[in-house]
Structures are given as C-alpha cells and as structure tokens.
C-alpha cells in the first residue's frame, strides 16, 4: 500500500499519462485499474457494506477521463481502509456471510493476486520511463 502510494503520488498527469509502446497501458491506467480492482472485489464480498466503493467502479471504464495522482492516492487509502478495518479485525478463518461465507484469508489472497502483477507492471513502466519504480 505505502508503495504504491510513494510511487504514484509524486508522478504528473503527463507521467500517468505517457503510453511507452502503443500495446501497453499507462501508468494511470494500471493505478486505477488497481483501485478499481480491489474496489470490485471489496464490493463482491462485503456487499452493502462497501457502498462508499461504487463510484470507483468506474475506474476501469473506457470513457472514464483520466484521473490526477493525488485521486488516485485517494482510492487506494479509501479501499486500503475497507481493507485494513474490514478484513483484517477477525482471524484469517472467519468468513463474510454477505459473500456466501468466504474466508478473510481467500479474500485478502485475491486482493494480493491483482495487486501484485499490475504493481509489478506498473513499477516496470515507471522504470523504463527513468522513474522511481514501486519499491517494497
């Protein structure tokens, strides 16, 4: 989280911007696919819950402007918060009965599945564009 975080806030729009190879998406779109990500899977499972969520639901639409670095900070602490607060006051076992009784640990595990790659994906291009990659 605080990675991601320090690699995403300092960038410009241009910066999230910048499409290296015509086949790749940018920066911001693989920060915002990542909010919209963990955004979607918080919805799934904890349902009414995570209403606050469903504006970042639109994240990963096509037609959806771009969005600052300082917004997406914003959504990555909003869904890092359902994260923290939600998922992690209980045991790895309990399980959400919003989502058909689905462990907090296969929860956080496909949190983590998404996550991960596209921070790989993400650091990789902010690397190869001379900048500060997501450092863990």
Known sequence: ?????????????????????PALRTPGEIAEHIVFGRALHLSRTLGEEA???????SWDDEN????????IVQGLELTWRYISDTLMRGTPTDAFPESEDVPV???????LDHDLPHAGELSLLLGADGLPGVEI
């Open 51 to 57: 209403a606050e969520l469903q504006a970042l639901l």
């Open 105 to 111: 640990v296969q929860v956080i595990w496909g949190l």
């Open 1 to 21: 989280q605080e990675a991601l975080k320090r690699a995403i806030a300092p960038l410009t729009i241009e910066q999230l911007q910048r499409r290296l190879l």
């Open 64 to 71: 959806e402007p771009p969005h600052t670095a300082a917004d």
